[in-house]
């Protein structure tokens, strides 16, 4: 008898885990599922106004009337450098594709949606972890779907008030030879938009991942720390390829990734410190 009840309480546990596991996949089912609905939605509302998403935010970064190389202009005239301003340039685009606009209008409305949904996306995903955490760290990480979400759109504001414009006066205007003339593809463009922007804000997320990986001793400050200078060098690379060449442009999009970094490192710090006094204590 008691082997038959030791076995039934093992199939017992055994059900249980079973049951929790397809608990927590139909859980995550539905948080997906919320989560691409108001991507979709989202998506229609831009679809349904490419006006403003295209002519108004997509295709303005490509004109010297665009206001941040309007107020660019005007620092050069502040500053005496000639070289901020970017004077008449309007980039031509051409589309080579006979259903090219239309799955462009497509990508650009899906990307919208993505944007805009990103805070929501991300509350979902902290509903689905959040049950897996014990309440310090469910506590201690009670504002990370807020930080996270505002930190992204920081980034996308500025990758697209300033590096995209940056980006586009420099590869749009780069000749090898007088000769050579540039007629960019419509889709050559958004792809480069999109990409920088995008790419921006998911590096702006850089803190909360800090913050992640010190809590599980992945990184330190230290660490950190000891490759300063490495990233320095890469930010002031990548600034340099991206900005016109002088130094005040270089400086515009460096001071603020550097800021971004040593962010980090406050906040890995913080959680070090933390993290040692509760192993000690």
């Known amino acids: 008898m008691a082997e038959e009840e030791i076995d039934a309480q093992q199939d017992g546990i055994q059900e249980e885990s079973e049951m929790t596991f397809w608990g927590h996949l139909e859980a995550l089912r539905w948080h997906i599922i919320r989560s ?8 229609i509302a831009a679809f349904l106004n490419k006006d403003i998403i295209f002519k108004t935010i997509i295709l303005a970064p490509k004109s010297s009337e665009f206001i941040t190389n309007k107020l660019l202009c005007r620092l050069s005239e502040f500053l005496s ?5 970017i004077g008449n340039f309007d980039l031509k685009l051409i589309n080579i594709q006979m259903a090219g606009q239309f799955m462009i209008h497509m990508y650009i409305s899906a990307f919208a949606g993505l944007i805009v ?3 929501y996306v991300l509350w979902e995903i902290w509903r689905f972890v959040k ?10 990480a009670s504002g990370a779907v807020f930080f996270s979400s505002l930190l992204f759109l920081v980034g996308v504001l500025f990758s697209y008030f300033l590096i995209v414009p940056m980006a586009v006066l420099f590869l749009g205007s780069y000749t090898v030879s007088e ?12 792809s480069t938009v999109v990409s920088l922007t995008f790419s921006v804000g998911v590096v702006f997320e850089l803190p909360i991942l800090v913050f992640f990986l010190t809590k599980v ?3 330190t400050p230290m660490l950190m720390r000891r490759n300063r200078k490495f990233m320095i060098v890469v930010v002031l690379i990548v600034a340099a ?4 060449p002088d ?13 971004l970094y040593e962010l980090s490192i406050l906040v890995s710090a913080r959680v070090y410190k933390r993290r040692s006094q509760e192993i000690s204590g």
């Open 81 to 85: 450098l000639p070289s901020l301003c």
């Open 131 to 140: 049950p897996a955490l014990h309440e310090n760290e469910a506590h201690h």
């Open 241 to 244: 390829i991206i900005t016109p």
């Open 117 to 119: 949904a990103i805070p």
């Open 247 to 259: 130094v005040f442009s270089q400086l515009l999009v460096t001071f603020p990734l550097l800021g």
């Open 179 to 190: 000769s050579v003339e540039n007629q960019v593809a419509l889709s050559s463009y958004i």
């Open 36 to 43: 691409v609905s108001a991507v979709f939605i989202f998506a």
């Open 217 to 219: 001793g992945m990184i």
